[in-house]
């Protein structure tokens, strides 16, 4: 009986040590307990099968901060996705090495485990496919995972920290975007001012953002729906075109007439932080995108039924962009922020 369970464990261990990905280990590295907010969507695909774990978060937030993945060593992650900006930054395009300029606006990472698309094309679907787009993109970070991998598998606390998170002080690829996945899959931010109106916890909206939540659910909500504020979809709202790029939005991905200049809807948490607006930040304000939206927004065949069945804007009062804008900033979720 002994050696009949001695064998068994024999054939398991060889099965275990032919495998070329180490499942990080349970009893030394356990999941990190996240605080699902109530209301939110269901997690993603990819969040399921990368559960973010201690070490793992550990070694992914170390590797957003450092400045060796980009060829020159003058930026990371966190240049461009800044904690006080929502961990996005204020430029109107990102800015990579050499100040070179990229083709939009820096997103937000906030909520990312309840996404289904990423980019403002939606051209990644899993979250450990998007860190190496960064690295290698000429205009961000302009190295390669190669060449990243160099630079860091000597030293001692990668070494250690692969160790803990993946078994083994091996620095590959996979191991590297499933640690950032980790990291960004717990920035969730669901402590506004709105969330704790909702949450009954003694706030209540003043009289001039009550009736800014009231405009925005009769004006705004069919876009900027769910408790994320965003339904995900890709849209083309008629936002003025940068003339210096050959843009095309998500036609970009799909190569469908009907999706050009369709941009995936950003969600409104955080907003006040995120300025400028727009994919390529054509709007300095909040103001400016509402004023916009009320003066006429630019024709297209594909342009949001929400604008063309309304003569291409969406009519707003002076009092309803004060209001709306006092609204939106209630979502302002000032501890993830650090502000």
Known sequence: ????VSILAIFILLISCNNDYYEPVSYDNPQVSLNIPFGFPELNNSVKSNMP????????EKLFQDKRLSADNSISCSSCHIQ???FADNNA???GIENRLGLRNVPAIQNMMFLNFYNWDGNILQLENQPLVPIITHEE????????????????????????AFGDETV??????????????????ANSKYDRVKRNEGEVFTENEAQGYQTFQQKCASCHSTELFTDQSFRNIGFPVNPNTNEAGRGRVTGLPGDYMSFRVPSLRNVEYTAPYGS???FPTLRAVLDYFDKGVLDADNLDPVFKNNGNKIPLSEQEKTNLILFMKTLSDREFAKK
């Open 1 to 4: 009986m002994k050696k009949g």
């Open 53 to 60: 774990t201690k070490y793992g978060v550990e070694l992914g």
């Open 84 to 86: 006080e900006n929502a």
């Open 93 to 95: 395009q990102a800015v």
């Open 141 to 164: 970070m302009g190295s390669s995972i190669l060449e990243v991998i160099g630079k860091i598998k000597t030293d001692l606390m990668y070494r250690d920290l692969f160790r803990k």
């Open 172 to 189: 590959t690829a996979e191991r590297i975007y499933k640690s950032i996945a980790q990291y960004e899959y717990t920035l969730i931010s």
């Open 280 to 282: 390529f930040g054509q």
